[in-house]
């Protein structure tokens, strides 16, 4: 039996949790609503507080969706309770992050600035220079624009100049020996 499939989900005061048929489940809470259809196979039932899903049997697919929906559904009512957010470590000298409104502005070493809208249900902040923080209430996709971000200009070997995530660790180069 999957141990995470196993276990029940916490429905914390103020989310709402709505069960349709073809299994579609939609979540709403303090900080917005998401929807999401899961496989057929997998039954999502409301027991009390919490969300309780299972499977028919133990095929494979059945048990790799098992862990997998449960997953899903959790981080949904984490996301329209608290949120998700990531953030980005800007290093290198000249680089730099700023509001433009809603949009973000960096300067990365190119000859233009670089210019990004938020996507729908995107925030970005920018507390300092060198700091990017993209928050949202899906996970999915507060770690996809992330990417996007990292993706401009994604930190190099020898100098670690360039966009990471904050705690990742860059593996450095020795540069070139001289004779």
């Not at 303090?30 to 499977?55: D, Q, W, Y």
């Not at 996970?139 to 670690?160: D, I, L, N």
Request: aromatic content about 4%; charged content about 25%.
């Amino acid at each position: 039996m999957s141990r995470i499939g196993r276990k029940a989900i916490p429905v914390p005061a103020g989310v709402e949790v709505t069960l349709g048929e073809n299994n579609v489940v939609t979540v709403k809470g303090p900080k917005g609503t998401l929807t999401e259809k899961f496989h057929p196979n997998m039954t999502i039932a409301k027991e009390g507080s919490e969300i309780v899903v299972s499977r028919p049997d133990d095929e494979k697919m059945n048990k790799a969706l098992h862990g997998l929906t449960r997953t899903l559904v959790n981080n949904m009512i984490v996301g329209v309770s608290e949120g998700y957010s990531k953030k980005l470590i800007v290093t290198g000298v000249g680089y730099r992050v700023a509001m433009s409104g809603k949009n973000l502005q960096m300067t990365l070493g190119y000859s233009h600035l670089v210019v990004m809208e938020p996507e729908d249900g995107i925030t970005f902040a920018c507390p300092d220079a060198n700091t990017i923080i993209v928050s949202g209430i899906d996970k999915q996709k507060v770690g996809q624009v992330a990417a996007v971000v990292r993706g401009k200009r994604p930190p190099e070997p020898y100098k670690g100049k360039g966009i990471a995530y904050e705690g990742e660790r860059i593996r450095r180069k020795a540069g070139k020996t001289g004779k």
